[in-house]
């Protein structure tokens, strides 16, 4: 099941301790005082030229990058931040390494913040990949003379690899975050700058979050946690509540992580706990994109809860939250997430459906599935797509066990077999045996109205390969579930035949 949006935190709000001229740039506070600023330093360019005064113009093209970049941080497009990296790379050609080190340095530090911001916003990692090369010059020449600007870039330079590892199968990246979040936290101690330093502690909380989900044990997840409740004994409601909110938000999708691989709902309960702190500061008035990754972390654990339970409720509040999140997560602004979205909402109307004597609850499962399979596809995310088909299948499956026709089961086995396309074996074994245990479900009912073998034989078949993988990957219980229907269609076969 896939866990809410972990936010580690814009790589830009990492930066004030390194930049020297940023802080000029806040001083202009709204956003008309901005835009005079970018024309004063514009009109300032026109009148002094960088052959007249090159070290001026330097100066005056980073003030208006900085006016840029602080513009752009606030509106939805890319224009002002692009517009800040072109007045960024052009301070740089004359603030140089040999003649001004420690500017230059900063300058680069500032050309990172503002390449991550763009990158944030783009599917692609060009821009994160140049964030992350101009953090590591600045790194090259500040740590002796600068040892906190030197650990402030080393956390921004973290922030990065943590996106670029998040849109990344492997791990190298979010190894490399892990690594420079604690070279950070070595200058950037507690005693010395607290804030500074459980910021520090939630992105390198965020980064074990990230491996954790990757990884079999929960190693990765309990540090993660570990992490996130010491920044938060800096980072108080009363002191920063929208970065405690935040950290209360990845607090909870790490606890929902580790619940899903635990059977008691001791975590689950927690995690109902942070989403619902988080939900106190990270207000749909505020914050309304935040508000909605609230409202999704905790429709996944209450959607968890409710299963683990016999009753609807749990199900029932999972389905509210999940339609409030799709208020602010629209397709226009953020198609793959409204599609996550809309494939979690049909996870909980499926769960509810099966539990229900009507099809109301499945038939809305269904039109869910097939929205989300709109952005979905398979050319554009593939893993996903096919989930959305295994989860399609399913709640055809149960609409078909309800129906005397048989076209509903015959759509499910036909998502079946279309998940296993991409949800292979080699690449992903235990969803492979997942489906192959739901598609002899659903040839095994088709066989079961049917007068010959043909759909029993192949309900075995499509048990035994699952077998291969679930012996060693699943609990006992589950392989145990699927022995019992595959014995039982097999004497199904062979009393068939004797007749």
Known sequence: MPVTRICPG????????????????????DDPALV???????????????????????????????????????????????????AYRLALQETTRERMPRDWAATQTNLGVALAALGERESGTGRLEESAVAYRLALERIRERTPL???STQVNLASVLVMLGERESGTDRLEEAVAAYRLALQEMTRERMPFDWARARGGLATAFMLLGAREAGTARLEAAVADYRLALEEMTHERAPLDWGQLQMNLGATLLALAEREPGTGRLE???????????????????????RTQWGLGMALMVLGERETGPGRLEQAVSAFRLALQEITREGM????????????????????????????EEAVSAFRLAQQELTRERVPLQWAEAQMNLGNALARLGEREATTARLEEAVSSFRLALLEWTRERVPLQWAQTQM???????????????????????????LCLTVGDSGW??????????????????????LSK
């Open 270 to 292: 927690e995690a109902v706990s942070a989403f619902g702190l988080a939900q106190q500061e990270l207000t749909r008035e505020r914050v309304p994109l935040e508000w909605a």
């Open 10 to 29: 814009r790589a830009a709000d990492w930066a004030s301790a390194g930049l020297r001229w940023t802080d000029q740039g806040r001083a202009f506070g």
């Open 335 to 362: 198609p793959l997430q409204w599609a996550q979205t809309q494939m979690n909402l049909g996870n909980a109307l499926s769960t509810l459906g099966g539990r229900e004597a009507g099809t109301a609850r499945l």
């Open 149 to 151: 600007d030197w650990a």
């Open 475 to 496: 609990p006992q219980e589950r392989a145990g579930v699927v022995r019992s229907a595959r014995d039982q269609a097999q004497a199904e076969i062979a009393r068939r």
């Open 438 to 464: 739901s598609l002899g479900v659903a040839l095994s009912v088709l066989g079961e109205r049917e007068t010959g073998t043909a759909r029993l034989v192949e309900a075995v078949t499509a048990w035994d």
């Open 36 to 86: 005079n600023a970018i024309a004063a330093y514009q009109a300032a360019l026109e009148g002094q030229t960088r052959a007249q005064a090159p070290l001026h113009w330097a100066r005056t093209q980073l003030n208006l990058a900085n006016a840029f970049y602080f513009l752009g941080e606030r509106e939805s497009g890319t224009g002002r931040l692009e517009a800040a990296v072109v």
